[in-house]
């Protein structure tokens, strides 16, 4: 048996639509497509050992603010993903972004070593070693990143009620 809205084949509202995309997790207000930034230097990191004539490519990468990636993506749901990312909860925010300026930190500090190494006569094994430091460190900063989008924050209520079960 068919119900009248079973016969609804008008487009859902906007937000059901978007959530629907699924770019913008519901929980965080926060969208993981954003940390495809630094899954692109790791590659670059992860393979300059062997592939030294990535290393323009290496040393070209810029970090880019949570914004100015949306504000420049080509994704249909770009403008929600920024316009969500203003109502996000700020403690959660500040902890965010306080893990991307680590990231961004540990990746320049790695572009600094390989600039210098870059010419020397050992290149590219010399920087076989800070590429798995370097590699290693953005991929545990990513899955700190991740968990932040996926889970949120924990509340502040939360975690009181953690500290004190604890003691």
């Not at 590659?43 to 290496?58: G, R, S």
């Amino acid at each position: 048996m068919l119900h009248a809205k079973d016969n609804d084949f008008s487009p859902p509202e906007a937000g059901a639509q978007e959530a629907a995309l699924g770019l913008v997790n519901p929980i965080s207000g926060l969208a993981n497509d954003y940390l495809n930034v630094f899954n692109e230097v790791l590659l670059l990191l992860e393979f300059l050992p062997t592939m030294p004539e990535m290393t323009e490519e290496a040393l070209a990468w810029q970090p880019r603010s949570y914004c100015a990636y949306f504000e420049q993506s080509t994704l249909p749901d770009a403008k929600h993903a920024l316009r969500a990312y203003a109502d996000v909860d700020p403690l959660l925010r500040r902890k965010f972004e306080s893990v991307l300026s680590r990231l961004n930190q540990i990746v320049t500090d790695a572009q600094s070593t390989i600039a210098q190494e870059s010419t020397g006569p050992d290149y590219p094994d010399s920087i076989v070693g800070s590429c798995e430091a370097t590699a290693e460190q953005i991929r545990i900063g990513l899955a700190y990143v991740n968990r932040l989008i996926n889970e949120g924050a924990p509340s502040s209520a939360g975690a009181s009620r953690s500290r004190k079960t604890k003691s």
